[in-house]
C-alpha cells in the first residue's frame, strides 16, 4: 500500500480539518462543559483537581479520535466506492 503512506500527510490534514469542523460545530457544547468544569472546581477537593483536568482531556481525546477514525472510515469508503467503477 505505497499510496497509502503517499497520502498519509493529506489524510491527517484531513483528520484534523474534521477536528476542527466538530469543535467549531460544537462550541456551545465545549463552553458549557468548560463551565461545569470550572464550577465543579470549586467543590472538588484539591487533592482530586488533576482529576478534572484529566477528564478534560479524555473529553478532549475521545473527541478527536472520533473525528480521525470518521474520517479514516470515509476516506477508505470513497477508495472502495472509486475501486468498483
Do not use: H
Not at 21 to 43: G, H, P, V, W
Not at 65 to 73: I, K
Amino acid at each position: 500500500m505505497e499510496i497509502m503512506n503517499w497520502l498519509q500527510p493529506s489524510i491527517e490534514q484531513g483528520v484534523l480539518q474534521a477536528a476542527q469542523t466538530s469543535d467549531a460545530k460544537n462550541a456551545e457544547q465545549i463552553k458549557e462543559m468548560n463551565a461545569i468544569i470550572a464550577r465543579l472546581r470549586e467543590y472538588v477537593p484539591s487533592e482530586m483537581a488533576a482529576d478534572l483536568i484529566t477528564l478534560d482531556n479524555l473529553l478532549s481525546s475521545c473527541a478527536f479520535e472520533t473525528a480521525d477514525t470518521s474520517y479514516r472510515m470515509g476516506f477508505q469508503d470513497g477508495l472502495r466506492i472509486l475501486s468498483i467503477k
